[in-house]
């Protein structure tokens, strides 16, 4: 399964591929963009997984940029 998502409060291009490379090591991603310029996070993962992947990537997001949110 594959969605995107709106992003609030992405300070960075830098930010946003720092995010990236620590989401693309989580278990269960199979893909992962994240875009400063349209401030956006598309997120593969299986079916079955993709909650708990999200749940993943919301606290990587928490402890790498705090102030950074996902919009959903």
Known sequence: MKK???L??????????KLERAVS???????????FLTQKLTLEAADE??????????KTFKKLE???RIKH
């Open 66 to 68: 705090p102030d950074c």
């Open 49 to 58: 997984a993709f909650d708990s992947v999200f749940e993943q990537v919301k």
């Open 25 to 35: 090591k989580l278990e269960g991603v199979q893909g992962v963009t994240i875009s």
């Open 4 to 6: 995107t998502f709106a």
């Open 8 to 17: 609030e409060e992405l300070d960075c291009a830098n930010c946003a591929a």
